[in-house]
């Protein structure tokens, strides 16, 4: 994600691009949860999600090295903190070239060795 976003914009764009994750690859998706006394809980993650952060130029440059390996990628743009749905989130990315969009945040998945060199770059958020 840009080290530039507000505290709640950080935390809002990291929960939207990881759903995407999570539907597109569902076997990363872990069994559901109860707790002693029966309560149900939805399943999470089966892994830790690493979460860095950098400048608009390393977030520009880490889009196009997941691009050129085809690695699933969710992407959240500036343009998404104006709209109100998911219709008009779709309609902003659509409205804007890939190298024309001004990514605020971003989610990849895929073989670690791919994936580990997408960030190259950015640090780990603290």
Known sequence: MRDDLESWQRLNVTAFVVSGIGTASPEVIGEPYAD???TAYLPMFRQPVLVFEGT??????????????????????SDLF????DRDNRAA???VGTDRLDLVGMAVHGPR??????????????
Do not use: I
């Not at 130029?57 to 992407?75: F, K």
């Not at 060795?113 to 603290?126: E, F, I, S, T």
């Open 56 to 77: 608009k130029e390393v977030l520009t440059a880490a889009h196009g090295r997941a691009l050129s390996r085809s690695l699933p990628m969710a992407v959240f743009t």
């Open 36 to 38: 002693a006394d029966g």
């Open 93 to 95: 990315v659509r409205a």
């Open 82 to 85: 104006g709209t109100g749905n």
């Open 113 to 126: 060795n791919a994936v580990d060199k997408v960030p190259k770059g950015a640090r780990l958020h603290p």
